[in-house]
C-alpha cells in the first residue's frame, strides 16, 4: 500500500500546470539533523518534496520546469557509494532516481553549482519557498547573483521571485483516494494501539509503559515512527495540552489523557482518547467526559459539503459553554458567555486542524478573509477539550485536575463525512468495558 508512480507525476503536472509560463520551482529535501555528537535523528523527508516525488533520501534538490523540451522533472542527489553504502544503506543515485522515480534527468548533488544556474537563466520566475533554510537560500541567491554578474555578457537573471507554498499546499489540502487509503490504515494502526494502552493501564504504572505500548503497537504494525511526539497525561498532566515528559506513576482514582497517532507511509494519525486509570469513571469525570463526548459529535455533524470550517468549532463552543453551566463550572446566559469568549477558561483551543502528511497539516483556514468551505477530500481533526486547572479556587474541589479530550480524524465526503478512526472505543460503557475485559 503506497502511492504510485502515477500519482506523483500527476501532482507534478497539476503544479505546473498553475505556473506561469517560462518558470521553474525549486524543493530542497530535508537534511539530516545532529541528535548528539556523531549521531543522526532517523531521517524524515520534507513533506513538500516526498508529495511531489516520493524519493525519500537526504541531500537532494527537485526542480520542475513547465515546457522544457529535455525534460520538465530533475532531481540533484547524492551519488552511488559502495563505501559509504556499507556502513548507512542503499543510494538510489541518479540512475536510480530516473528508473524508480521517472526523473527526466538526475545529476550529483556536487554538480548542482555548475547545473542549476543554466536551468535558472532566462526564467522569468522562479517559485521557491523562502525562509525555511537559511543555508539554501544563500545558496539559491549566489546562483541569481552570479547570473546578474554576467548581465553584461548577456546572461538574463530570474526577474522575481513568488513564494511555491500557497499553490502547493493548496494542492496537497484535497487527498485523493489513495491517500484517504494510507490515512485510514494510520487510523486503523492508531486504533489498535490506543485500544492496547487501555487494556494495559493499571494503577501503579508509568505513563511511559502506555507509551511503549502505543509505539510497540505501531512498530509491529509497520508504522516506524509516530506522526509526533505521543502524549500521555494522568492526573494533573492530563490539564498541559502539550505534555510530553510522559513520566508521572498513574494514581488509583485519575485520568489519563493519550493524545497519540502513528506515521504510515508518511501520512499521520492523531487520535486522543481519556479514561480512567482504573477503569471506571468516578461521577464528577463521567459528567465532563459526556460533555466533551456531546460536544465532538455535534462538532462532527457539521462537517459536510458547503459548511464552513469554522461551523464545527461553533457547535462544539455552544455545546460545551450550556454544559458548563449546567454543572456550575459557569455562571451566567449562555450566549453572553460565549460572546466574552468565558469558555476558553476550560476550553482554550479550537476544535481541530488539517491532517494529512504533516500532522497539523498545510492548507489556508480562511480565504478572502471567511472561513473557507469544507469539500470533499479535506482531512481534519476533531478535538474538543475541557481542562480545569488544579489550581483554579473558582471551581468546587471535586472539579479540579480534571482534564478531558476526545479526537477523531474525519474526512470530508460528498454526502457528509466519514470518522476513520472510529475503532477507538469513547462511549464510557465502552471503555469501562473493554477496561474491564
Not at 125 to 139: K, N, T
Not at 392 to 411: L, Q, T, Y
Request: with cysteine; glycine share 8%.
Amino acid at each position: 500500500m503506497s502511492i504510485s508512480k502515477t500519482e506523483f507525476a500527476r501532482r507534478r503536472k497539476n503544479l505546473m500546470g498553475l505556473m506561469e509560463p517560462n518558470s521553474i520551482a525549486i524543493i530542497p529535501s530535508s537534511r539530516e539533523q545532529v541528535r548528539s555528537r556523531d549521531t543522526e535523528f532517523p531521517f524524515r523527508q520534507d513533506s513538500d518534496f516526498y508529495y511531489l516525488s516520493g524519493f525519500v533520501e537526504p541531500d537532494a534538490v527537485l526542480v520542475l520546469l513547465p515546457g522544457r523540451r529535455h525534460g520538465q522533472f530533475i532531481v540533484f542527489c547524492r551519488e552511488r557509494d559502495p563505501a559509504m553504502e556499507l556502513w548507512h544503506g542503499y543510494r538510489a543515485g541518479p540512475e536510480g532516481v530516473c528508473e524508480r522515480h521517472a526523473a527526466d534527468d538526475a545529476f550529483p548533488i556536487g554538480d548542482i553549482d555548475d547545473i542549476l544556474p543554466g536551468l535558472l537563466e532566462g526564467r522569468e520566475r522562479v517559485y521557491y519557498s523562502m525562509g525555511r533554510s537559511a543555508e539554501f537560500d544563500r545558496q539559491i541567491m549566489g546562483w541569481v547573483n552570479s547570473l546578474r554578474g554576467k548581465e553584461a555578457s548577456g546572461a538574463v537573471p530570474p526577474g522575481e521571485f513568488t513564494d511555491l507554498d500557497h499553490m502547493l499546499h493548496e494542492q496537497r489540502l484535497l487527498k485523493s483516494a489513495a491517500e484517504i487509503r494510507l490515512m485510514r490504515k494510520a487510523g486503523d494502526i492508531t486504533a489498535r494501539a490506543h485500544r492496547r494502552a487501555m487494556r494495559s493501564c493499571s494503577p501503579g504504572m508509568y505513563e511511559y509503559q502506555l507509551e511503549a505500548d502505543l509505539q510497540h503497537e505501531f512498530t509491529l504494525s509497520g508504522a516506524r515512527h509516530p506522526a509526533y511526539p505521543s502524549i500521555v497525561g494522568s492526573g494533573d498532566n492530563g490539564c498541559v495540552l502539550h505534555y510530553v515528559q510522559n513520566s508521572a506513576k498513574m494514581r488509583d482514582g485519575e485520568l489519563v489523557l493519550i493524545d497519540a497517532g502513528c506515521e504510515f507511509e508518511y501520512y499521520a494519525a492523531d487520535v486522543t482518547r481519556t479514561f480512567p486509570v482504573n477503569g471506571r469513571f468516578s461521577r464528577e469525570q463521567r459528567a465532563l467526559y459526556e460533555l466533551v463526548l456531546r460536544a465532538q459529535l455535534a462538532a462532527i455533524a457539521q462537517i459536510k459539503p458547503g459548511n464552513h470550517w469554522n461551523q464545527p468549532h461553533d457547535a462544539s463552543v455552544k455545546v460545551l459553554t450550556a454544559g458548563l453551566v449546567e454543572l456550575g463550572l459557569l455562571k451566567g446566559r449562555v450566549p453572553n458567555l460565549i460572546k466574552r469568549e468565558a469558555y476558553r477558561r476550560f476550553y482554550m483551543h479550537r476544535v481541530g486542524h488539517w491532517l494529512g502528511l504533516d500532522v497539523h497539516d498545510v492548507g489556508d483556514y480562511r480565504v478572502g478573509g471567511q472561513w473557507r468551505l469544507l469539500e470533499p477530500g479535506m482531512v481534519m481533526t476533531v478535538e474538543p477539550g475541557l481542562y480545569v486547572s488544579p489550581q483554579d479556587s473558582k471551581v468546587a474541589k471535586k472539579w479540579r485536575g480534571i482534564g478531558i479530550r476526545i479526537e477523531d480524524n474525519v474526512v470530508v465526503t460528498e454526502s457528509g463525512c466519514d470518522v476513520i478512526t472510529a475503532g477507538v472505543p469513547k462511549t464510557v460503557e465502552e471503555i469501562e468495558a473493554l477496561m474491564a475485559a
